[in-house]
């Protein structure tokens, strides 16, 4: 198991297992709960959005795959691009619809995911002008750089990874909810399961790394600063 070391003013190491900066990152997000959900509702929205989106396209794509009649009438009814005619012949146009809606969506999902990174960043760089006394306390009795940036960057990873679940668990319930008023038992029928099950697990490592993404620079940050400041910092 990894482990994390602290060093005394003689230069003997103290190490701490891998376990006890988990322990210590999840006491600090118990007492900064609050200040806690700012990121974490980023995190939400963003990954909402994306499993949203992402969902959406594995159910209307899997409708469009049926190619029955009355499946294409519905779908434009609701305004979507089956990609055939009346006839049932391929239209070059409807295809080049799909495709631009396509590009507008993909836009739209980067800008809420650079969103989500600035946000993340901005409060964990707020977390860390409120811990100067704790960070300064831990550089004093020892506490490595290292430590102390895997320590933010433990914090902020649990907060994507539990921001993620419940945004992709919201997104995926607004989705079919969303479906089965316009689509009735067809979504049932023809449900996505891989597709969707795939795009849960890349929206869960997409928030996740996002997450750990944005607390880089804080976590630096906070390793770097000098013992003696960080304790005459007010706070």
Do not use: H
């Not at 006394?133 to 490595?144: Q, S, V, Y």
């Not at 995926?172 to 996505?192: Q, R, W």
């Amino acid at each position: 198991m990894p482990e994390q070391g602290m060093q005394l003013a003689g230069g003997r190491d103290i190490v701490l297992p891998f376990s006890k900066a988990v322990e210590i990152s999840l006491r600090s997000l118990k007492i900064r709960f609050g200040r806690s959900l700012i990121p974490t509702s980023g995190v939400i929205l963003a990954i909402a959005f994306l499993m949203s989106v992402w969902s959406n396209n594995a159910i209307i794509g899997s409708l469009r795959a049926e190619n029955k009649s009355e499946i294409n009438l519905m779908l434009q009814q609701n305004g979507i691009e089956t990609g055939v005619t009346e006839s049932g012949e391929a239209s070059e146009e409807s295809r080049a619809r799909i495709q631009e809606e396509e590009s507008k969506q993909t836009w739209l999902i980067g800008l809420s995911l650079l969103v989500c990174v600035v946000g993340i960043a901005n409060a964990m760089l707020m977390s860390v002008t409120e811990r100067f006394r704790e960070i300064g306390t831990m550089k004093c009795l020892g506490a490595l750089d290292s430590f102390i940036v895997k320590l933010f960057l433990l914090e902020s990873t649990c907060q994507g990874f539990a921001g993620t679940s419940v945004g992709i668990l919201i997104g995926l319930s607004l989705t079919m909810g969303l479906a089965l008023m316009d689509y009735g038992d067809y979504v049932f029928k023809y449900f996505p399961l891989a597709p969707i099950g795939e795009s849960a697990l890349y929206a869960l490592v997409i928030g996740t790394l996002l997450s750990l993404i944005g607390a880089m620079l804080p976590a630096y940050r906070a390793a770097k600063m000098e013992p003696v400041e960080a304790m005459r910092a007010d706070t």
